[in-house]
């Protein structure tokens, strides 16, 4: 662990505008811009924010998307640019902890309000058109560096500068580190599963998805029995 605390470099918020990908427009609320001023974190996310995708983003369990500062020189080295905080359409560009060091249900203290992580968040194609690099949600998800989500517990206001500290650590301990490796590369790991899905604090959508594979793993196991 790098440590308790953390500290916001950059509140970002941006509502959906249209995104060029490839001969296609599409609309996203990846293009964010930061925020000086203190901000209200409500249990829906934060105002001036918003998404156009409200299947596979935004909701309760999806409040809050954070990224670590920490990773944005390697990816400056990679894509070859500078890189401004919210390039990764967070809301908050945090540093000091990483994957590594956030744990599913750790409750967070910053400024007023008190979040807790909920899930590693899954970069979709429009990172990348952001960008102007298609594969760039695949070279996040195989680096582990996902950035993950908040869900509020208690509204409150925030703004750069504050610190982020954990409050109270889960007893499971699974860090986002350890969630990624599930979802994304040890997939066929049923005691990796089962411990994910253990944690009642794990998003809803995380949990549906894990536990279908549970379901196919563990029907296609018994098949091989009777086979």
């Known amino acids: 662990m790098k440590g308790t605390n953390a500290t916001i470099i950059s509140v970002n918020v941006g509502l959906p505008a249209s995104l060029k990908h490839g001969e296609k427009v599409v609309v996203s609320g990846i293009r964010k811009q930061s925020v000086q001023d203190r901000i209200k974190v409500s249990f829906d996310g934060l105002p001036g924010d918003g998404q156009a995708d409200l299947v596979n983003h935004g909701g309760p369990d999806k409040a809050v998307c954070v990224y670590s500062f920490d990773h944005y020189p390697y990816w400056e080295e990679r894509l070859g640019r500078q890189l401004e905080a919210g390039s990764f359409g967070e809301n908050f560009t945090l540093s000091g902890r990483d994957e590594e060091d956030w744990c599913i249900g750790d409750k967070v203290r910053i400024g007023t309000a008190l979040l807790q992580v909920s899930q590693p968040r899954q970069p979709c194609f429009k990172l990348g058109a952001r960008h102007g690099v298609p594969e760039l949600g695949e070279w ?88």
């Open 140 to 227: 996040v998800t195989a680096t582990g560096y996902t950035g993950f989500y908040f869900r509020v517990l208690i509204e409150g206001e925030v703004k750069a500068g504050d610190k982020a500290v954990i409050e109270e650590r889960h007893d499971a301990a699974i860090t986002i580190a350890e969630a990624n490796l599930v979802m994304h590369h040890n997939k066929s790991d049923l005691a990796g599963i089962r411990k994910l899905l253990a944690v009642d604090e794990l998003s809803a959508s995380w949990r549906k998805t894990l536990q279908a594979r549970l379901d196919r793993l563990t029907g296609e196991s018994e098949l091989e029995k009777v086979n």
